[in-house]
């Protein structure tokens, strides 16, 4: 995959469930894109299953210098967290929270059983989630006179520039999106279109 394209899902995974000799694994997929979203879905899911013993997750988030964590809430050592995210590398997936809430069933699995039982909650969680191709994207504001308005939407159709917002009031002002790889060179059509002001949104 390029460098400015990955993979994510768009929206929260149905709930799934694995069983293993009683215990029982409910696994949830959600598109996150920082750690205090990585929190609200773990207390929603605290709320939902106040009786369950472990909440254990693992997260990645970023692209070009992704940062990622797993955590065994409780389980021995690497017996959750790590199976969990090495399921999120295997689909080569980012900006993705996976959380598989256990409910133990009396029976001990041991460390290979809970890797087992954690790997595959993860990989059902996957799959039930809907996995888009995204692309790295900056955003750059226009800001122009309605005068110069078909030549700056001559330039929107032809390069097939997504408007984000538009704002017409005594000027026109545009937010658009443009992927990482092409950015500057959309950058400096606009910066030489006479009488339009180009700059990034941060």
Same mark, same amino acid.
């Given at each position: 995959?390029?460098? /400015?394209?990955?993979?994510?899902?768009?929206?929260?995974?149905?709930?799934?469930?694995?069983?293993?000799?009683?215990?029982?694994?409910?696994?949830?997929?959600?598109?996150?894109?920082?750690?205090e979203e990585v929190k609200?879905?773990?207390?929603?899911?605290? +709320? +939902?299953?106040?009786?369950?013993?472990h909440f254990c997750y693992?997260?990645?988030?970023?692209?070009?210098?992704?940062?990622?964590?797993?955590?065994? /809430?409780?389980?021995?050592?690497?017996?959750?967290?790590?199976?969990?995210?090495?399921?999120?590398?295997?689909?080569?997936?980012?900006?993705?929270?996976?959380?598989?809430?256990?409910?133990?069933?009396?029976?001990?699995?041991?460390?290979?059983?809970?890797?087992?039982?954690?790997?595959?909650?993860?990989?059902?969680?996957?799959?039930?989630?809907?996995?888009?191709?995204?692309?790295?994207?900056?955003?750059?504001?226009?800001?122009?006179?309605?005068?110069?308005?078909?030549?700056?939407?001559?330039?929107? +159709?032809?390069?097939?520039?997504?408007?984000?917002?538009? /704002?017409?009031?005594?000027d026109c002002k545009y937010? %658009?999106?443009?992927?990482?790889?092409?950015?500057?060179? %959309?950058?400096?059509?606009?910066?030489?279109?006479?009488?339009?002001?180009? +700059?990034?949104?941060?």
């Amino acid at each position: 995959m390029e460098n /400015d394209a990955y993979k994510t899902i768009e929206k929260p995974s149905e709930e799934t469930l694995f069983k293993d000799r009683n215990s029982k694994f409910f696994g949830y997929a959600f598109p996150v894109k920082n750690e205090e979203e990585v929190k609200e879905a773990l207390v929603g899911l605290q +709320k +939902k299953h106040h009786a369950a013993r472990h909440f254990c997750y693992a997260w990645k988030i970023g692209v070009e210098n992704p940062r990622f964590r797993a955590n065994d /809430d409780g389980e021995p050592n690497n017996s959750a967290g790590m199976p969990i995210y090495g399921q999120i590398q295997s689909y080569n997936v980012t900006n993705i929270l996976i959380v598989s809430v256990r409910y133990f069933g009396g029976t001990k699995l041991g460390v290979g059983g809970l890797i087992n039982a954690y790997k595959t909650s993860a990989q059902y969680a996957l799959e039930a989630s809907e996995i888009i191709d995204k692309t790295l994207n900056i955003e750059y504001q226009l800001t122009f006179g309605y005068d110069v308005m078909n030549k700056v939407m001559r330039v929107i +159709k032809e390069k097939k520039i997504e408007i984000i917002k538009q /704002d017409l009031a005594l000027d026109c002002k545009y937010v %658009i999106s443009i992927r990482k790889k092409e950015a500057q060179a %959309i950058f400096t059509i606009f910066e030489n279109l006479y009488k339009v002001e180009i +700059k990034e949104v941060r």
